[in-house]
């Protein structure tokens, strides 16, 4: 992998910690991140002391882009006007969203 350019993919971030560690081991291997795709954003806040989102801190700390194919106020969007869910479906991920 030395030298070799290498996008890290990952399901969810929460607060950027298994990014961070992927970062560190790609470099550690002399690879080069270039760059983070995460399936689903739950636009959490990284903490009370830093009021961006995860994946806006982990974008600013490495220096690099971070993308997601959706977010979860996309993903509220589309449970409000899909009729194949149940409201406590979006009631559920709307609770979610509110604490965190």
């Known amino acids: 992998m030395e030298g070799k350019r290498v996008p890290v ?3 969810v971030i929460t607060a950027g910690t298994a990014i961070r560690e992927s970062h560190t081991m790609l470099e550690k291997i ?3 991140p270039v760059g983070v795709v995460i399936a689903l954003d739950r636009a959490e806040k ?3 002391d830093d009021p961006v989102s995860a ?4 974008a600013r700390d490495l220096a690099i882009p971070v993308v997601s194919i959706v977010s ?3 993903l509220q969007g589309f449970l409000k006007k899909s009729p194949n869910y149940e409201d406590d479906v979006l009631a559920s991920v ?3 969203r509110s604490k965190y």
């Open 72 to 74: 979860l106020p996309q």
């Open 30 to 32: 002399n690879a080069k």
């Open 94 to 96: 709307s609770d979610y």
């Open 55 to 58: 994946m806006q801190a982990v």
């Open 9 to 11: 993919i990952d399901d």
């Open 46 to 48: 990284r903490s009370l």
